[in-house]
């Protein structure tokens, strides 16, 4: 304000100067002095001016860092709310494992998914983030400000690191780097943080789902180091090869999709489940006496899952927990791109279409089996379907995820039907939900991409194709073998480390409880997982006490 006056009093400062006839010295020195004036002041307010404008340029730079803040903390509270979501399937599942299997080792089931996630996350934390997403690594070229055309980079983003040995990860051990110390000595958070939660997610859950088909079996204290060594040496190897920008990442230019784990999830926890079922052997007299056919049409009254409403409640649980890992793929809202938020919502439209396809076609054909409704068989069905559009969730349209969906439901009644035939006890169907439709996820997400025909390919990238704008079909990407590699790559590297794992505890005999009786009567505290009081279980419907 002030050097607005000085600019607007200038001219009426020359206008009224005195300009007297007489002494022409005397009025030029009069002259002279109210011109240095005026220049002392214009100097002022030069001064003034120049801290208003840097005051202004601070004003800015804080806004622009407020910007810049916000939208990388919706971001990070996407990922954070996902997490929540996801840590719900747990809820579930503990709930669908124990409602499947017999009241007199319901204690043991739910001990064992709580082993799972505590002795996962310890791993996680210590060893398995650093292996699976760590480095060194080696930057792609291409970003959001290179001029190097994404279809000329391998991988799927057009941000990417891939590692150096294409292998594993060798930093951040314990969350070493997490937080980085500024100038002042302050504590700077990186983006780590959020994702290492959102992560650990998907981690524990696939040691989770081992445990349901070693259930009422596997002893406590050998599953507890199966959980350890699965944590360690199985699951952060596999996520390293895929998403952690290993081998399978880099292969070819789409590398392997499969965006919210149907392959690095569920099919290493599935196979480790078949694996731990066939070495742990069946339940006694769970096969006494029942031919093929009757195996796979009836279930002995010993035998039938014990709790009905929990088997519904623990899938319908796991049903909105999935909304947070599917959805939650995008990794953000704002800052990974301006369709994230649109992609999310095809991803969650995708992911209910695809498990009401897959419960409605295992209902079905398994009454059509049975002759009677069998509503364990909707359950695991629908399960089925989100295992099955995992994959391939932000890069179909609805009406193929209904369609993967249906598919499914087929899936899972023939697998789960086959292990009955083959005499491999499974009790909540682990492998059929999780292993077998799995593969077929990682499977459907290749071949049903929702590119242009054959012409194009959108795989990881979502609602762009890949090299957009000059898109590249499947001459230049294949998808194909990505995916099918991912596929053959876990199963083997799962299915070899369980044998391994779980041979060693059979052959020291530490793999199975001898008795034949109670597990949660011989070995917990209570005896027993329900306390019905004076009357009598059998009043109540249940069995085997």
Known sequence: MASLAVWHLLPLLLLFAPHGRGDTTADNVELRQRLAEIQRLLDSSHGQLEGVHRRLLAQNQVQIQWEVDTTAAIDVVWLIL??????????????????????????????????????????????????????????????????????QVKGPWSVFAFKDNEFAGSKSFAGHGFLSTDFEGGQQPTGKIAQWFFEWTYAVLAASIVSGGVAERAHFRSYTIYSLLFNLSIYPIIAALTWGGGRLASMNIPGVVDRAGSGVVHITGGIGALVGAILCGERYERWEDMSAGERVRTTPELFVPHSEPLVAFGAMTMWFGWYGLTCGSTMGLVAQGTGSSVLAAQIAMNTTLAAVGAGLISTILRTAIKKKNDLPAMCYGLVGGLVAISAGCGSVECGTAFLIGISAGVIYVMFSALLKVAKIDDPPDSFAVHGACGMWGLICASLMDWGRGFGTIHGLMGLKCVGYPNCIGLAEGNIFAANFAAMFAIIAWSGLFSLIIFGILRLTKMLNYVEDTSIDKNRHVPIKGYNFGIPSATEYGLHSI
Do not use: E
């Open 82 to 151: 996902c997490g929540f979501l996801g840590m719900s399937i747990h809820v579930g599942f503990a709930m669908l494992k124990a409602g499947s299997c017999r009241v007199k080792s319901v204690q043991h089931v739910m001990l064992m998914g709580l082993i799972d996630i505590c002795v996962g996350t310890l791993v996680w934390w210590i060893f398995g983030w650093a292996f699976a997403f760590s480095g060194p690594t080696n930057p792609t070229p291409a970003g959001p400000y290179s001029t190097t055309p994404s279809s």
